[in-house]
T-cell receptor, first 112, second 115 residues
Framework: DQQVKQNSPSLSVQEGRISILNCDYTNSMFDYFLWYKKYPAEGPTFLIS???IKDKNEDGRFTVFLNKSAKHLSLHIVPSQPGDSAVYFC???????????WGAGTKLIIKP | EAGVAQSPRYKIIEKRQSVAFWCNPI?????LYWYQQILGQGPKLLIQFQNNGVVDDSQLPKDRFSAERLKGVDSTLKIQPAKLEDSAVYLC?????????????FGPGTRLTVL
């Protein structure tokens, strides 16, 4: 039962352009969503989050958009830089223990 | 500030053997998590501790997996006996507590290969 889905295993973007990573979810009870970034041989690191009561959150080059009616969120990176090449995971929080439910990840490749 | 430490970084064993992983969380973090990440999938929570008590172990295969967090600091995860499908990266994470604002910090993981 995949409650959080990232349907694109990989994405290739030219340096300087916008990268858009997508995530869909099925459980309308999720109340918080997060994006994590992971480099090879390292653990995931927190990037940005959004509460379910908001539709946008921005932090520097990173913006997350939430469309609750479509159960869809996206991460925008503008402009994309070579150091952004990594695997990006979408995750949702559920329950009083604030456990994370993860998508399968999207590998972003920034081309010079 | 030191991050979450894990050891070993890599382990190769044969099926039916035993293996143990160690995690040292960030100092002062009350909550500790063990995740299993199979290649091509997102991390799956195995067990969550709050101090030295278990909060949730519903997805831990208890016939072969065990975990403990003595004294509410370090934690060990054990697999006995290992199966081929246990090949994965085992991630440990810690957070100050359990709330939406308590970011989970991850260690580098232990890559387990079962032959």
């Amino acid at each position: 039962d995949q409650q959080v889905k990232q349907n694109s295993p990989s994405l290739s973007v030219q340096e300087g352009r916008i990268s858009i990573l997508n995530c869909d979810y099925t459980n309308s009870m999720f109340d918080y969503f997060l994006w994590y970034k992971k480099y090879p041989a390292e653990g995931p690191t927190f990037l940005i989050s959004i509460s379910s009561i908001k539709d946008k959150n921005e932090d520097g080059r990173f913006t997350v958009f939430l469309n609750k009616s479509a159960k869809h969120l996206s991460l925008h990176i503008v402009p994309s830089q070579p150091g952004d090449s990594a695997v990006y995971f979408c995750a949702a929080i559920r329950g009083s223990n604030y456990q994370l439910i993860w998508g399968a990840g999207t590998k972003l490749i920034i081309k010079p | 500030e030191a991050g979450v430490a894990q050891s070993p970084r890599y382990k190769i064993i044969e099926k039916r053997q035993s293996v143990a992983f160690w995690c040292n969380p960030i100092s002062g973090h009350a909550t500790l998590y063990w995740y299993q990440q199979i290649l091509g999938q997102g991390p799956k929570l195995l067990i969550q501790f709050q101090n030295n008590g278990v909060v949730d172990d519903s997805q831990l295969p208890k016939d072969r997996f065990s975990a403990e967090r003595l004294k509410g600091v370090d934690s060990t995860l054990k697999i006995q006996p290992a199966k081929l499908e246990d090949s994965a990266v085992y991630l440990c994470a810690s957070s100050l507590g359990t709330s939406n604002n308590n970011e989970q910090f991850f260690g580098p993981g232990t890559r387990l290969t079962v032959l």
